[in-house]
């Protein structure tokens, strides 16, 4: 367990801890919440759901990261890692089960790639995320990574018009194809958008372009877990200051 990533949240009696994910117990804590997470929010398609777990033929090769609350023990948050070695091994990333991604070849550096990424609903919040960003923080550093990619999640419950509107404002802001391009291989429905959607981005989405990253795309439209998924691309050099000391042993 790394003890070096710890906030207190003041407003309850929480004391938040991040932690590697040791070993087949604590594997399957990971995918208990995540099951939690997408079956309970998404209605999601999941393999491992009749033990009440989500499991996938990536996690094996993956390492594991999560957020304890120390006051009740309970993991709260996790995520997942898969490093370009293992990605050469498998031979592919996750991502590119849903995206072409033209030019990742040419990406000079080292490559991590976060996956199944949740947090559990009464801990959404800046603190907890500030965990999981300063643990990652530390393995950016120690693994000398020059890219994370992965993908953020939009519910598609609604039929697609909250997707459609975030895409509007994403396209107009963080929309880049400089260093890749992801081509999504189940593009969105096509819809005609009311004039008067208000939508508001995933905190998880939104934390990820407060950071500096970018989309790189448009999205795929995963219909087991109902959801439209952005992929987004966060080179290390381009982290925004105001966010950096979330990752402040990366940079």
């Known amino acids: 367990m790394n003890q070096i990533s710890r906030t207190h949240d003041t407003s309850v009696d929480r004391c938040l801890q991040a932690e590697r994910l040791i070993g087949a117990q604590a594997l399957r804590e ?3 919440l995540r099951y939690r997470v997408f ?93 999981l960003w300063s643990e ?15 993908c953020a999640s939009i519910p598609m419950q609604d039929g697609g018009i909250q997707a459609h509107a975030i895409m509007q404002r994403l396209r107009e802001r963080y929309l880049c194809n400089e260093h890749l391009r992801a081509e999504p291989k189940k593009p969105l429905p096509t819809l005609d958008l009311p004039t008067n959607v208000i939508c508001e981005m995933p905190p998880l989405l939104k934390a990820y372009m407060r950071l500096g990253a970018k989309i790189c ?24 200051p105001r966010y950096a000391r979330h990752f402040k042993a990366a940079v």
């Open 136 to 150: 990652l923080a530390e393995i950016l550093n120690e693994g000398g990574y020059s890219y994370l990619m992965g």
């Open 39 to 131: 079956s309970g929010e998404f209605n999601a398609k999941l393999k491992g759901a009749e033990q009440g777990l989500d499991i996938d033929d990536y996690d094996e090769h993956c390492s594991h990261v999560g957020v304890r609350d120390l006051s009740t023990g309970h993991l709260v948050a996790t995520t997942r890692l898969l490093d370009h070695t293992a990605a050469t091994s498998l031979g592919n990333y996750y991502s590119e089960e849903e995206f072409s991604l033209h030019g990742l070849g040419r990406l000079q550096g080292p490559i991590l790639e976060l996956g199944r990424t949740c947090v559990d609903p009464a801990y959404r919040n800046g603190g907890t995320i500030a965990v």
């Open 30 to 32: 990971a995918q208990a």
């Open 217 to 240: 795309g448009e999205p795929y439209w995963d219909e087991d877990f109902q959801v439209a998924d952005v992929f987004i691309l966060l080179k290390r050099a381009d982290l925004c």
